[in-house]
Nanobody, 122 residues
Framework: QVQLVESGGGLVEAGGSLSLSCAAS????????MGWFRQAPGKEREFVGY????????YYADSVKGRFTISRDNAKNTVYLQMNSLKPEDTAEYYC???????????????WGQGTQVTVSS
């Protein structure tokens, strides 16, 4: 079992930055691929990006590529999502998730955090 807790959400103006954290705990948490997803009201959960367990490989959705960066600190069992140049369309509940193999669909992730709200004002 892996437990995930996100933090760092909030309200930011368009063009601003925000950093989210995801603290992982549980058995071998640092060996999982960690993904970020988001879900806006009335929309399906959307893949944002993932990072492999070593932290050497990342993959992003086209909608955030060049603006968002995922990193991890395995010593702290924490994954980060740095979001720059935020747009109103980035407004959503953001979730971190864990899986054993790199994948960009929500159904491929076994463990999920509770989510943190990000609101970008225009």
């Amino acid at each position: 079992q892996v437990q995930l807790v996100e933090s760092g959400g909030g309200l930011v103006e368009a063009g601003g930055s925000l950093s989210l954290s995801c603290a992982a705990s549980g058995r071998a948490a640092s060996t999982y691929v960690m993904g970020w997803f988001r879900q806006a009201p009335g929309k399906e959960r959307e893949f944002v990006g993932y990072i492999d367990w070593r932290g050497g490989m990342t993959y992003y959705a086209d909608s955030v590529k060049g603006r968002f960066t995922i990193s991890r600190d395995n010593a702290k069992n924490t994954v980060y999502l740095q979001m720059n140049s935020l747009k109103p369309e980035d407004t959503a509940e953001y979730y971190c998730a864990a899986t054993l193999r790199p994948i960009d669909v929500a159904s491929g992730y076994q463990y999920w955090g509770q989510g943190t709200q990000v609101t970008v004002s225009s």
